[in-house]
Antibody
Framework: QVQLQESGPGLVKPSGTLSLTCGVSGDSISSGNWWSWVRQSPGKGLEWIGEIFYDGTTTYNPSLKSRVTISIDKSQNQFSLKVNSVTAADTAMYYC??????????WGQGTMVTVSS | EIVLTQSPGTLSLSPGERATVSCRASQSVYSNSLAWYQQKTGQAPRLLIHGASRRATGIPDRFSGSGSGTDFTLTISRLESEDFAVYYCQQYGRSPWTFGQGTKVDFK
């Protein structure tokens, strides 16, 4: 079955860059789906960050667009998230997800990222 | 962006009872592009319903979704112990995709 797994540092310094990767197993990242990032913090609930298509086309939440980059690595069957200039407000659980017919069909288990010095 | 408002915030019920969760959108959701998710403590959300009323793969038929335009409902016909969780609606009709604030279904 399809599984997604997030990985990356759990602690990032303020003004630094948050970098996460989502490994996909049981499916090809070139299968024609969109692949998404969603975060969840106590203060803001669930927030869609952005997503990428297998051909590299991206779409971002305007609230984060200036600081976010999502990329895809078809050779590794994974996609990645970078958030620049992080602050405490970026502290959250970060999830990657497979999009199917628009909805977030499969989710990774999530990874907690704390922004702190 | 489309704001989704869920009600009630908390629903206190007993096993076997019916649960009804409402999700109201600030503007019409294009093509009924509305999903429902269940989240248990320490777990990722799980897709229950998409397209407002279509159950995702493997979801029991006690879960149903209805509604159109700006008003949507998730119904759990008879609560089982594993259904006590937080439920979120989400629209994917107009970017940015947005979520409701969640409704907690807990034990009375």
């Amino acid at each position: 079955q399809v599984q997604l797994q997030e990985s990356g540092p759990g602690l990032v310094k303020p003004s630094g860059t948050l970098s996460l990767t989502c490994g996909v197993s049981g499916d090809s990242i070139s299968s024609g789906n969109w692949w998404s990032w969603v975060r969840q913090s106590p203060g803001k609930g669930l927030e869609w960050i952005g997503e990428i298509f297998y051909d590299g086309t991206t779409t971002y939440n305007p609230s984060l667009k200036s600081r976010v980059t999502i990329s895809i690595d078809k050779s590794q069957n994974q996609f990645s998230l970078k958030v620049n200039s992080v602050t405490a407000a970026d502290t959250a659980m970060y999830y990657c997800a497979k999009v199917n017919q628009g909805a977030f069909e499969i989710w990774g288990q999530g990874t907690m990222v704390t922004v702190s010095s | 962006e489309i704001v989704l408002t869920q009600s009630p915030g908390t629903l206190s019920l007993s096993p076997g009872e019916r649960a009804t969760v409402s999700c109201r959108a600030s503007q019409s959701v294009y093509s009924n592009s509305l999903a429902w998710y269940q989240q248990k403590t320490g777990q990722a959300p799980r897709l229950l319903i998409h397209g407002a009323s279509r159950r995702a793969t493997g979801i029991p038929d006690r879960f149903s979704g209805s509604g159109s335009g700006t008003d949507f409902t998730l119904t759990i016909s008879r609560l089982e112990s594993e259904d006590f969780a937080v439920y979120y609606c989400q629209q994917y009709g107009r970017s940015p995709w947005t979520f409701g604030q969640g409704t907690k279904v807990d034990f009375k």
